[in-house]
C-alpha cells in the first residue's frame, strides 16, 4: 500500500476497515473495494407481479443499511438493482408459469399494465420506510441486446446449448457450480425438490434456462426475437447482464435475500464469470428471513401484508424500520403486531428524549468524535444496528454532553439510521412560517390598496423560495414545493 493510501486509508475508516459476512467464504470478512474509496453495489430487486410484502421490504432495509452505512463511512457508492418484469418462473427454476403472465391474467391486464402498477406500488413502500433508490433501476425488459449478446458468446465458448428449442446453461463444464453454497446444494436432485419438474431438454438437471424461445405456456406477451427465435430471457441472465452492463466487469457487493443464494445467485455466478472468464463479485450479502407466526412469509399465504397495510392499520411506516433495526440482518425475524406495537412506542419515546434535548452550548468535537467512532465501530461490526442504537441511548444518557454536541450526534446518525428522529418542523420551519405569515400579510395588505404589483412580486419572491401561495376562500395558505 502506498503511504498516499495509507493516509487515506486511515483518514476514510478511522484506521479500522469494515468488516462483513461474505457469503462467498462463509466468514465476516475485512471489506476491501476493489478501487479505493468506490463501491459497486447490486441488489436483486422485485418481481413487480403482485405488491411487496414486508417480508420483502426488510431484505431492502438491510441493503439499504449497508448502502448508507458505506456512504457515512466514506465511501462513493454507485448501487444499481434491477425490476424483474419478464421471466421470473413460479419456481425459482425453470418450471411453473411466468408470474408476470399469472398477474395478467388474474387483473386481466397487460404484463407491461402490471409492470407499471406494481413498481410504482413497490417504491411507494420502499420511500415510506425510508430507504434510498439506487443511482440505476433497471428494468429486465430494457436490456434484452444485453442477454442476447451474453448467451452467444456463452454458446460460442460452449457453456450454453440448444435443447428443445430453449438455451441452457451446461453446469458441468464449470469446476465449482456450487461455490456459493459451498456445495450443500450439489447432492439435491431437482427432479424431488417440492414443486420442480424436471426439464427433459437439460444435460444435467440443475443446469438453468438462459433463454427460452419454444415456450410451453401459449400466448406468452412478452416475446423478443432472438438468434434462436422469438423468446424471453431467463429471470437468471438478467441480474447478470445489468449489473455487468452498469456497473462493469468487477462488482464490489451483491445482496439479496438468502433464498436467492440458490438458484438465483449461484446461478448468476456461474454464467457472468463463464462469460467475463473471470472472477466476477468479491463480496455476496444476504439478508435473513421475516417470518410470520406461521413460518416464512409469502405471497401466495392469503392476503399480502405490506408496509401500507400496517399505514392504514395506523402504525408509522418508520417503526417497521425500527424493529427491523433491532435485530441483526442475518438473523431471522419474527415479526408481530405486539412487536410492532412495542417498536412504534418505543420510537416515539425515543423521539421525545431527542426533541427534549435543549439545543446549548458548543460542539465539544472531542466528545463527538469520540462517540461517533463508537457508533461507526458497531456499524463496522459486520452492521451491528442494534449496539449501534444503544450508542444513541448512550448519548441521551450522557448528563456530562451539552445539548448542542447531542443533536449533532443525533443528527448524524440518522443518516443510518433514518428514523427521523429530530422533528423538522420544531427545530428549522418556526422562523420560515413567521416569515412566510408575514409575507401573507403584506400581501393581503397590497391588494387591499389595490397595489398588485407589489402583491405579485411578493408572489415571485416566495416562489422563488419554494412556496407556493395558493388562495382559498377563507384565505390564502401555501405549499412547500
Ligand atoms: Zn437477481
Not at 462469460?275 to 439478508?287: E, I, R, S, T
Request: hydrophobic share 35%; with cysteine; glycine share 6%.
Amino acid at each position: 500500500m502506498s503511504l498516499f493510501f495509507l493516509f487515506y486509508d486511515i483518514l476514510l475508516t478511522g484506521g479500522d476497515r469494515m468488516k462483513i459476512y461474505n457469503t462467498l467464504s462463509r466468514q465476516v470478512e475485512e471489506f476491501t473495494p476493489i478501487e479505493e474509496g468506490k463501491v459497486k453495489f447490486y441488489t436483486c430487486g422485485p418481481t413487480v407481479y403482485h405488491y411487496a410484502h414486508i417480508g420483502n421490504i426488510r431484505n431492502y432495509i438491510g441493503h439499504d443499511i449497508l448502502d448508507k452505512t458505506l456512504r457515512y463511512l466514506g465511501y462513493e457508492v454507485t448501487r444499481c438493482m434491477n425490476i424483474t418484469d419478464v421471466g421470473h418462473l413460479t419456481s425459482d427454476s425453470d418450471s411453473g408459469e411466468d408470474k408476470m403472465s399469472i398477474a395478467s391474467k388474474r387483473e386481466n391486464k397487460t404484463a407491461m399494465e402490471i409492470a407499471k402498477f406494481y413498481t410504482d406500488a413497490f417504491f411507494e413502500d420502499f420511500e415510506k420506510v425510508n430507504c434510498k433508490k439506487p443511482e440505476i433501476i433497471s428494468p429486465a425488459t430494457s436490456n434484452i441486446d444485453m442477454y442476447i449478446k451474453m448467451i452467444e458468446k456463452l454458446l460460442d465458448e460452449e457453456y450454453a446449448y440448444v435443447s428443445g428449442g430453449n438455451v441452457y446453461f451446461d453446469i458441468s463444464k464449470l469446476n465449482d457450480y456450487y461455490v456459493l453454497t459451498n456445495h450443500q446444494e450439489d447432492q439435491m436432485v431437482v427432479g424431488v425438490r417440492e414443486g420442480v419438474e424436471e426439464d427433459s431438454n437439460k444435460r444435467n438437471q440443475a443446469d438453468f434456462a438462459l433463454w427460452f424461445t419454444t415456450s410451453k405456456f401459449e400466448n406468452h406477451e412478452l416475446l423478443w426475437d432472438s438468434p434462436w427465435g422469438m423468446g424471453y430471457p431467463g429471470w437468471h441472465i438478467e441480474c447478470s447482464g445489468i449489473s455487468i452492463k452498469y456497473l462493469g466487469e468487477h462488482l464490489d457487493i451483491h445482496g439479496g435475500g438468502v433464498d436467492n443464494i440458490f438458484p438465483h445467485h449461484t446461478n448468476e455466478i456461474a454464467q457472468s464469470e463463464a462469460y467475463l472468464g473471470h472472477k466476477w463479485c468479491n463480496y455476496w450479502f444476504h439478508n435473513e428471513h421475516l417470518l410470520d407466526e406461521s413460518g416464512k412469509m409469502s405471497k401466495s399465504k392469503g392476503g399480502i401484508l405490506t408496509v401500507s397495510v400496517l399505514e392504514e392499520k395506523g402504525y408509522d411506516p418508520i417503526a417497521f424500520r425500527f424493529m427491523c433495526l433491532g435485530s441483526h440482518y442475518r438473523k431471522q425475524l419474527v415479526f408481530s403486531y405486539d412487536a410492532l406495537e412495542q417498536a412504534q412506542k418505543t420510537l416515539t419515546k425515543l423521539r421525545n428524549r431527542v426533541n427534549n434535548v435543549v439545543e446549548e452550548g458548543e460542539l465539544d468535537s472531542n466528545k463527538f468524535d469520540e462517540y461517533n467512532n463508537k457508533f461507526k465501530k458497531e456499524l463496522e461490526n459486520d452492521l451491528n444496528t442494534a449496539n449501534a442504537l444503544s450508542v444513541l441511548y448512550e448519548v441521551l444518557k450522557d448528563n456530562e454532553l451539552n445539548g448542542k454536541t447531542k443533536l449533532e450526534l443525533v443528527n448524524s446518525f440518522d443518516k443510518v439510521f433514518a428514523l427521523e428522529l429530530i422533528k423538522k418542523e420544531d427545530v428549522v420551519d418556526s422562523d420560515l412560517e413567521e416569515y412566510i405569515n408575514k409575507k401573507i400579510e403584506e400581501r393581503k395588505e397590497a391588494k387591499a390598496n389595490k397595489d398588485y404589483s407589489l402583491a405579485d412580486s411578493i408572489r415571485d419572491e416566495l416562489a422563488s423560495k419554494g412556496i407556493k401561495l395558493v388562495d382559498t376562500k377563507n384565505g390564502t395558505t401555501y405549499e412547500l414545493m
